[in-house]
């Protein structure tokens, strides 16, 4: 079992920038594929951007050049920096990490940019 508890969610104003970051449970951290996806009033949830174990990311169109994300395996976290906000971007973001051919899911935290 994998618990997540993702931080950073609020309100910013277009061109803004926010850091989400997600703590993880669990001594293997390091070969989590870990993600961060965003779900937006009445759309289905999406992938924003992914890290795997191997270093490899990869990000959806619509956020490429304006978040990143990064992970600290000393400190069991994954981040994602997100400039350049907006208003599109108005979802809640969610934290996922799979292991063991399990999908682990954090509660979600709210992003609202303001135009």
């Known amino acids: 079992q994998v618990q997540l508890v993702e931080s950073g969610g609020g309100l910013v104003q277009a061109g803004g920038s926010l850091r989400l970051s997600c703590a993880a449970s669990g001594s293997t951290f390091r070969i989590y594929t870990m993600g961060w996806y965003r779900q937006a009033p009445g759309k289905q949830r999406e992938l924003v951007a992914r890290?795997?174990?191997?270093?490899?990311?990869n990000y959806a169109d619509s956020v490429k050049g304006r978040f990143t994300i990064s992970r600290d395996n000393a400190k069991n976290t994954v981040s994602l920096q997100m400039n350049s906000l907006e208003p599109e971007d108005t979802a809640v973001y969610y934290c996922k990490a799979e292991y063991a051919f399990h999908d682990y899911w954090g509660q979600g935290t709210q992003v609202t940019v303001s135009s």
């Open positions: 890290s795997t174990s191997g270093g490899s990311t």
